[in-house]
């Protein structure tokens, strides 16, 4: 963690495990074994600026390098987690109060494993998710009117095979404050 002077900040972060006994769930069986070994190491690096007052902008990247290293496990990454990850955030609050937030998510290298043996490997499509919200408090802040939309852009992709994710989804709604 690292302060960058007036509102700016950075933080990096190494991790290198080793873990045996892990839970994973067999894709043959169906059912959730104990692996013998696998090894995660990657990086993190993140940020925030707040280049005005009422703006802060976000931003992080993970590598992730992750391999099993079971005896004829027959796997060499682990599947669905993805070896680069890539999140942008941006909040604004106008005078007014309305405040506007937009996120990115950006996934790149993720694979998993056929059910069946012999085992295949497949690369999932990368993908990129866009969010959106909007939101107005009213009566000092006791009640927030909000609307966002969540995959704005509609994209088709998934998170693990055979499971798409939802489409572009619109919601809103009031929160009271007590």
Not at 22 to 38: G, K, M, P, Y
Not at 51 to 61: I, K, N
Request: glycine share 8%.
């Amino acid at each position: 963690h690292k302060q960058l002077g007036g509102s700016s900040e950075a933080h990096l972060a190494l991790f290198d495990m080793d873990v045996t006994d892990f839970i994973l769930r067999d894709s043959t069986a169906r059912l959730f074994v104990n692996q013998e070994a696998f090894r995660v190491r990657g990086v993190t690096l993140s940020g925030a600026v707040r280049p005005v007052d009422r703006l802060q902008l976000r931003a992080g990247y993970t590598y992730l390098y992750s391999h099993d290293e079971t005896a004829g496990s027959g796997m060499d990454v682990l599947q669905y987690r993805p070896r680069h990850k890539l999140t942008l955030e941006s909040a604004y609050e106008f005078n007014s109060g309305l405040a506007a937030y937009v996120s990115a998510l950006y996934v790149a290298d993720q694979f998993t494993y056929s059910r069946n043996p012999p085992l295949q490997k497949k690369e999932l499509n990368d993908y990129a998710v866009v969010n959106a919200k909007i939101s107005k408090p009213f009566l000092q802040g006791g009640l927030t009117v909000y609307l966002g939309v969540d995959n704005l852009f509609d994209g088709n992709y998934e998170t693990s095979y055979g499971f798409p994710q939802p489409g572009r989804f619109v919601y809103g709604g009031i929160e009271a404050h007590f």
